[in-house]
Every structure is written in structure tokens, then in C-alpha cells.
């Protein structure tokens, strides 16, 4: 071959791999041919991306670093810069193959970014077209949506855009071009989806909210909580909060840290309202620490996002919100093994959460490829979660009313027990007492069975009668257990005292003493005590002994009224009681009125007490027994109205007759 044609040859070949090599190293910004009505088509693949640019750079400096290929390619849909907090910039070109100018709208799908600001070139230097995001007063905005929108017309032949970003959280851009008919009626529809899906949320929480106010059950005020601090955050990070913000109350822009602020508002309210709802406290303790201990991270990221950095708040929420999510998970599963009904929804919503809200998680931050269903996914995967923890919360509600309706049920058969040895109890009043000697009395209990307890005691060989009556603190079912057990603790100490010779002061002190020894112990531990009046009556002597451990005064009722009150030390307050004997003579003709404290506490619907001169008044005025009772019970009615009351009441009286037998007995 000739020498002449190898040189020729090889410097072509050494032009052709230069050139090559060139282009290699200086690659070129490809264009996008506008089409007539352009539909969400993608600038991505048409981006020269520059990011880590000093923020002083103008436009015309970074458009020299752009020529000179100083920039990437995205290959997927979405730029993803994820915690990168530096000023980035693309620049793309557009070609208009009409001979009219056309007009265009750009969008950016994800909505969480301060300031974009685009230029155009003309000539040699760039001018400001329009400025978008979040950091810019929505009233200076060309177009007001929820996401940024610029709005460009683009002269024939071929033009040069760059786009500056800026923004002190996470940033993902996803550049579109559509024209104005078809953007309006997509926004429209997502707008509608995101209506929607937000109003369900609030529906949901104004529903528990009800519950709430009906059951007074916590664990649904939690829950509101938490679907509220999810619809601040869902609406703030859809774009959708500072929009309403502008609308109802004429805010211009809405701050990083709000979002931040709501992030932490769901972690804190999930974790409250899972601890509640799985009762941690006795099911996992140790995983209760661990929540507690995220729900303060989320406290202390708060502070740091209000006073110190909402840079570093953002990348400490970020890997907060995943630790939560994972305690929020493990628990569940955990419990789900542990066959808890309720875990087994619970557990499900929050998988559902955490795929949302992982892959949005990790799209942010850059470990997944930036896609624009990635903006949606935690919207539709919380959406799924609020009617799966609506289920959980249900299935919660369904297992507590069937363990109360078995509460009640076993409840209803102590009751029936109870109230069967109450009805013992005060067949002992009917015993065989001789003529002289007459009672009557009434009980009224605030619930079904009251922890009032009264009985005699009947010693026709000793010529002599015992008369108790006793009030248990408080009504219901746990004093009217206590009652019964006082009633047959006071029985069995008379009769073995019976057996005894002493004097009936003494007598009467070791009785009570006796009952508040056997019940010391029990009083205790139900932090239950209390009261006992005991009387005892000599037939021959008509000498009445008297033991008021803690009880109301008693009334001897003759010509006129008397009252004898010593109260001592009230039954199992204390091992060692300090009590008291007091005697006095029932003459014929005489009465003592024992009553508990429900007859002078109760009040009328205007918040007045029965009057102990009211009581009194008609003690003295009743000719009779009867006629005493069915008067203070009337006198009772009129003063409370028929209305429920809030103590157990009960009175005995005890008359002494002058009649023949007397006169036998003496």
C-alpha cells in the first residue's frame, strides 16, 4: 500500500476515535419535539442533571459546566436526589416543530419542594421565566395547585431551559409537559382521589370520636389522634395542606418544618394509641420501653425541628418513622403468636402502612429508584391500614363486651347469691320475741344489693335480745359481699358469747371486738371498713348496753328525743378498736331508732339533705310502729323525688310495749 494512503488512513482513524472520544467526554442535551396536545410527557430522559453546584453560580455559569458535560442522565422516571441538601440544577431543551409559538404547563409530580426557580435562554445570558414551591407566597404563583406548575410558551424551533432547585429536605423531580385541558382535568381527578381518600380519614376519626364520648374508652380518643396527625401529614405531603392553609386562612406559604411536625405527630400518636390498644404495659413490658423510647426520640426531634435544624430533624425522622413502624410490627406479630384476636388486624394494617411507607421511605432518601407511584403509595397504603385498624378496633371492642357480658352474667349469679343471703339474713328478724317488745324497719339499697346489714340475735334462756346494725363503705356488689360475711361474723360471736358468764358491758365489748378481729384482715384487703351499732336489751331489767363502733347516733324516741353518741373506732380500721359501753333504761312505752348514714346523706335533686329535725318531727309524731315507717318512708320519697339514690339507707326500730307480758317478765 501506498506510504502516502497509511497516513492518510491513520489520521483519519486517529479524527474519527478523537472525535469519538469527544463526544464521549462532552455528551450532548437531546431535545424534546413538542406534539400538538402534549399528555404527561416525561422530561426525564431529557434532563442534563447538575447537582453539589456552589449556591453563588449564576445561570450562565452552570449552562458553561452543562456545554462542557459536566452533568448525568436519570434513567429512570424520576430524579431522585434524596438526602443531598445542596443546590442542584437540569437543564433540558424543547423543540417546537410549528410555526406558532405553544403553549405548555410543566409539572413537577412530588410536591415537597421550597423554591424552583426557571430561566430561559435568549442570546447569550438566561432570564427568570417563572418561581415555584413551597417557599413561594401562593399569591405571586402563576398557577395555584398543589403541586408546582410553570407555565411556558415555547417559540418555534429549539429552546434551552434550566430549572434551579433548591429545598432543605428531600427532593425528587419529576418533570412532565402537558397541555392546559388535560392538566386541569388530571388534577382535577387527583384531587378528588386525595378528597376522598382524607375525608374517609375524618369520617373515621369523627366516628371513634362518638364511640369515645359513648364508652369513655381511651383507646378510641387515641385512635382520633392518630387518624387526625395521619391526615396533617398525608394532606401536607400531597401538597394539599398549604393550599387549604390559603383558602381558609390566608397563608402565603407553609414551612419545612410543619411537615417534619406532622411525621412526628403520627409516630407519637401510632405509638401512643398501640400501646393502649395492645395493653403493652402487661402483655410486652419490655417492647413498651422501647416505644416509650421512640416516642421521645420523636419529642426531642420536635425541639430540634422548631429551634435547631429542620435539615437534621428530616433525616432523624426519616429513620425514626421506620424504627416505629418496625416496633409497631414486631408487637403485633408477637401478639398474633400469642393467639390475641385483636393483633391479628393490627398486624395487617400496619404491613400495609409499612410497604407504603417504606417505599416512600426509601425512595426518598435515594436507596429506591424514584417513581410517581411512590408519591401515592403511602396515601393508598394508609388508607388500607385506617380500615384494617378500624377492623382491629372492632375485634378489640367485640372481645371486651364478650368478657363483660360474662362479667355481668357471673356477676348477676353473685348478685343472686347475695341478695339470696341477705334475704336469710333478715329472715332471722322474723324470730319468736315476746309481746311486748315490737320492731319494724326498711331498707333501700342505691343498687341492686346494698352492703347495709341488720339482725337479731334472740335469748329467750338469758332473757335478753341483740340488735345490730352495720354499713359497709360504699354500694355494690363488693360491700354486699362484706356485708354478709360481717352479718354471719356478728351472729357467731353473740351466740358463743352466749355461753359465757360475765357482765354484758364486757359481753358486749369482746362481741365487737371478736367481729373486728375476724374481719381485720379481710377489711384490709379490700381497703373496705366498716360501721356497727350493737345494742343489747335485758327483758327484767329493760337495761339497754349500747357498742357504737363508728356508726350513727342512736335515737331513743319517748316523750321526747334523745341521742346517744360515743363512736368509737370503726370495724377493721385498726387490731386494737377503741370502743365504748353506754346504758340507759327503755321504759314501757319507749323506742330506739338505729338508721345508717344513707338517710341523712342522700339529697334531694337540688343537693339538700334530709333534715334530722324532720326526722325527728315524725318519730314523734307516728302513734305506731307502722305508721312511724310508712312516714319516714314517704318523708324520704317527697325529700329525693323517687329519684335514685347515692347511699344505702336502712333504719330499725325497736319498741317496748306496755302490755301484761312486761308486767310478767318484770
Same mark, same amino acid.
Given at each position: ?7 492518510? =488512513? ?34 426525564? /430522559? ?5 447537582? !453539589? ?10 449552562? !458553561? ?7 448525568? $442522565? ?12 445542596? &443546590? ?57 395547585? $398543589? ?10 424551533? &429549539? ?93 402565603? %406559604? ?154 355481668? %352474667? ?53 332473757? $335478753? ?56 384482715? $379481710? ?17 327484767? &331489767? ?22 346517744? =353518741? ?5 370495724? !377493721?380500721?385498726?387490731?386494737? /378498736?377503741?370502743?365504748?359501753?353506754? &346504758?340507759?333504761?327503755?321504759? /314501757? ?19 339538700? /339533705? ?57
Amino acid at each position: 500500500m501506498n506510504p502516502v494512503t497509511l497516513i492518510v =488512513l491513520g489520521l483519519s482513524l486517529l479524527g474519527y476515535f478523537s472525535a469519538l472520544a469527544v463526544a464521549q467526554a462532552e455528551p450532548k442535551l437531546s431535545s424534546l419535539t413538542l406534539v400538538q396536545e402534549p399528555r404527561g410527557v416525561s422530561l426525564t /430522559p431529557y434532563l442534563g442533571i447538575l447537582y !453539589g453546584v456552589p449556591s453563588n453560580l449564576g445561570p450562565e455559569e452552570v449552562y !458553561g459546566r452543562i456545554r462542557a458535560g459536566d452533568f448525568f $442522565r436519570e434513567r429512570w422516571e424520576s430524579v431522585n436526589f434524596g438526602l443531598d441538601f445542596s &443546590t442542584k440544577w437540569v437543564a433540558f431543551q424543547l423543540t417546537n416543530p410549528g410555526p406558532q409559538p405553544q403553549s405548555i404547563l410543566i409539572e413537577n409530580n412530588t410536591t415537597i419542594i421550597d423554591r424552583l426557580e426557571l430561566f430561559q435562554k435568549q442570546g447569550d445570558r438566561f432570564a427568570t421565566l417563572s418561581v415555584q414551591g413551597e417557599a413561594v407566597p401562593i399569591s405571586q404563583r402563576s398557577i395555584i395547585s $398543589r403541586q408546582p406548575v410553570f407555565s411556558v410558551v415555547v417559540p418555534q424551533g &429549539t429552546q434551552t431551559y434550566l430549572l434551579r432547585i433548591e429545598a432543605e429536605n428531600v427532593v425528587q423531580l419529576g418533570l412532565k409537559v402537558w397541555n392546559e385541558k388535560t392538566f386541569y382535568q388530571k388534577n382535577a381527578l387527583e384531587l378528588m382521589t386525595i378528597s376522598l381518600l382524607l375525608g374517609f380519614h375524618i369520617v373515621i376519626a369523627l366516628y371513634n370520636f362518638f364511640l369515645y364520648v359513648s364508652v369513655r374508652d381511651r383507646m378510641y380518643l387515641m385512635y382520633v389522634a392518630y387518624v387526625l396527625s395521619n391526615v396533617l401529614y398525608q394532606s401536607s405531603a400531597m401538597g394539599v395542606l398549604q393550599y387549604v392553609n390559603h383558602v381558609l386562612f390566608g397563608w402565603e %406559604t407553609l414551612s419545612n418544618w410543619v411537615m417534619i411536625l406532622s411525621v412526628d405527630g403520627v409516630i407519637i400518636t401510632a405509638l401512643i394509641f398501640s400501646h393502649v390498644f395492645l395493653l403493652l404495659n402487661k402483655q410486652l413490658p419490655w417492647m413498651s420501653r422501647a416505644m416509650k423510647a421512640c416516642g421521645l426520640i420523636s419529642c426531642l426531634n420536635i425541639v430540634i425541628n422548631v429551634f435547631i435544624s429542620s435539615q437534621i430533624a428530616a433525616v432523624l425522622c426519616l429513620f425514626n418513622s421506620i424504627l416505629a413502624v418496625t416496633l409497631l410490627i414486631s408487637s403485633g406479630i408477637y401478639l398474633c403468636w400469642k393467639r390475641y384476636q385483636p393483633a391479628y388486624f393490627f398486624t395487617l394494617a400496619w404491613i400495609f402502612y409499612l410497604t407504603g411507607a417504606s417505599t416512600n421511605i426509601f425512595s426518598l432518601i435515594g436507596i429506591l429508584p424514584a417513581f410517581e407511584i411512590s408519591n401515592w403509595v403511602q396515601l393508598y397504603g394508609g388508607s388500607i391500614e385506617i380500615v384494617l385498624l378500624s377492623l382491629a378496633v372492632g375485634s378489640r371492642m367485640s372481645q371486651v363486651q364478650t368478657r363483660l357480658t360474662r362479667a355481668l %352474667t357471673e356477676q348477676k349469679q353473685i348478685e343472686e347469691v347475695v341478695r339470696s343471703a341477705q334475704y336469710l339474713r333478715r329472715r332471722e328478724l322474723e324470730t319468736n320475741l315476746p309481746d311486748f317488745l315490737n320492731y319494724t324497719y326498711y331498707s333501700r339499697a342505691a343498687e341492686n344489693i346494698g352492703g347495709d346489714w341488720v339482725g337479731m340475735v334472740n335469748c329467750a334462756q338469758e332473757k $335478753r335480745l341483740y340488735v345490730y346494725l352495720g354499713d359497709v363503705m360504699g354500694h355494690g356488689l363488693s360491700p354486699a359481699l362484706m356485708s354478709v360475711i360481717a352479718a354471719g361474723a356478728t351472729r357467731g360471736a353473740i351466740c358463743n358469747s352466749s355461753h359465757e358468764i360475765m357482765d354484758e358491758p364486757e359481753r358486749l365489748l369482746r362481741i365487737v371486738q371478736s367481729i373486728n378481729e375476724a374481719l381485720f384482715d $379481710r377489711c384490709h384487703e379490700a381497703n373496705c371498713f366498716m360501721s356497727l351499732a350493737l345494742i343489747s336489751l335485758n327483758w327484767e &331489767t329493760r337495761e339497754i348496753c349500747l357498742v357504737n363502733a363508728g356508726h350513727t347516733p342512736l335515737l331513743k324516741i319517748g316523750e321526747k328525743i334523745q341521742s346517744f =353518741l360515743h363512736p368509737g373506732s370503726l370495724i !377493721g380500721m385498726f387490731k386494737e /378498736p377503741e370502743l365504748r359501753v353506754q &346504758t340507759f333504761i327503755l321504759n /314501757p312505752g319507749e323506742s330506739i331508732f338505729l338508721y345508717t348514714d344513707g338517710l341523712t346523706e342522700n339529697t334531694s335533686p337540688s343537693g339538700k /339533705p334530709l333534715r334530722m329535725r324532720s326526722i325527728q318531727k315524725t318519730l314523734l309524731a307516728a302513734s305506731s310502729l307502722e305508721e312511724c315507717r310508712e312516714s319516714l318512708v314517704q318523708l324520704m320519697n317527697q325529700e329525693w323525688s323517687h329519684q335514685p339514690v347515692a347511699d344505702d339507707t336502712t333504719f330499725f326500730i325497736l319498741r317496748v310495749e306496755n302490755t301484761k307480758e312486761l308486767a310478767d317478765a318484770v
